[in-house]
């Protein structure tokens, strides 16, 4: 399979715990994002990568949290001192860079949090 | 600010309808990008469609079409014939290209295609 997979599918853990979520994206794809999805709602975009780089970090990025892609291929989302609030869908995307604006966001299957 | 309006909750029909999801955006760009995603039960987000905002010719792909006008900022989505298969939840997308591209997304409509 070619698609972008995450790591876990599902995450339960109490309160105050810490919490890393992995991200493979499409082989050679450069942009990678993370997005969260609550309970009958859209995606939220969270941060945003070009290779290794974290160029957008959007304000429900609280300090708490914290992304990185070390060597431009695979991301982790790490998510200290864990809330009930946290719990949600995380979700990661990734594009190529040559085919532009219009470039398809390719979705993983998603890592569902709950936190007790 | 960009915002994108599915006032569309859930929709029913039963097999063989044909059915119209409603998208409004908002956005101050003359230069945007529309999106149609579907989302099954399964939870995967899959790509259906992407339009920029200066080509307003409306699409068909099989049973699916898209509705692009921008005088009245609406990126409408109809599928033909509907299938039980149809059942999910439909996202439109809006994106200002920039940096990121990242996409705003609507609240969705859940679309339940009795049999």
């Known amino acids: 399979d070619t698609g972008v997979s995450q790591d876990p599918r599902h995450k339960i853990t109490k309160r105050g715990q810490n919490v890393t979520f992995r991200c493979d994206p499409i082989s050679e794809h450069n942009r990678l994002y993370w997005y969260r999805q609550t309970l009958g709602q859209g995606p939220e975009f969270l941060t945003y990568?070009?290779?290794?780089?974290?160029?957008?970090k959007s304000r429900l990025l609280s300090d708490r949290f914290s992304a990185e892609r070390p060597k431009g291929s695979f991301s982790t989302l790490e998510i200290q001192r864990t809330e009930q609030g946290d719990s949600a869908m995380y979700l990661c995307a990734s594009s190529h860079t040559g085919t532009g604006p219009l470039a398809e966001q390719f979705f993983g299957p998603g890592t569902r949090l709950t936190v007790l | 600010a960009q915002k994108v309006t599915q006032a569309q909750t859930e929709i029913s029909v039963v097999e063989k309808e044909d059915v119209t999801l409603d998208c409004v955006y908002e956005?101050?760009?003359?230069?945007?990008?529309l999106f149609w995603y579907k989302q099954p039960p399964s939870g995967e987000l899959v790509f259906l469609i992407r339009?920029?905002?200066?080509?307003?010719q409306n699409e068909i792909s099989g049973r699916y079409s898209w509705n692009f006008q921008k005088s009245t900022s609406s990126f409408n989505f109809t599928i033909t014939a509907s299938q039980v298969v149809d059942s999910a939840v439909y996202f439109c997308?809006?994106?200002?290209?920039?940096?990121?591209?990242?996409?705003?997304f609507g609240t969705g409509t859940l679309l339940a295609v009795q049999p």
């Open positions: 339009r920029n905002s200066f080509d307003e």
């Open positions: 990568f070009q290779n290794e780089a974290q160029l957008e």
């Open positions: 997308a809006l994106s200002e290209g920039g940096a990121t591209n990242k996409l705003i």
């Open positions: 956005t101050r760009d003359t230069t945007y990008y």
